[in-house]
């Protein structure tokens, strides 16, 4: 457990800070990198624009090989 200065009230606060997460790559959010994970990148494969959602795992606006790479390295993760 570790503290911080919370602006808004002025006052110290403690905080928990959980660092497990879902794995990257775990495009559906069950904590598993898994084919669900594969074939939702795969189905979205090559499309474009702001609100892809998980599918580009990278954020880089386009779901290509690079998201494909990250469930691939990942595959088994969480699992």
């Known amino acids: ?3 911080g200065f919370n602006a ?6 403690a905080f928990l800070l959980d ?3 879902t794995p990257s ?9 898994d084919d669900a994970d594969l074939l939702q990148v795969l189905f979205a494969f090559g499309n474009s624009g702001q609100n892809l959602g998980r599918v580009d795992v990278n954020c880089d606006g386009t779901v290509d ?7 691939l390295f990942n595959f088994g993760s969480g699992c």
């Open 1 to 3: 457990m570790r503290g």
């Open 8 to 13: 808004a009230s002025g006052q110290l606060e």
């Open 19 to 21: 660092t497990r997460g």
């Open 25 to 33: 790559g775990d495009v559906d959010g069950n904590g598993c990198v």
């Open 65 to 71: 090989d690079a998201d494909l790479l990250v469930v």
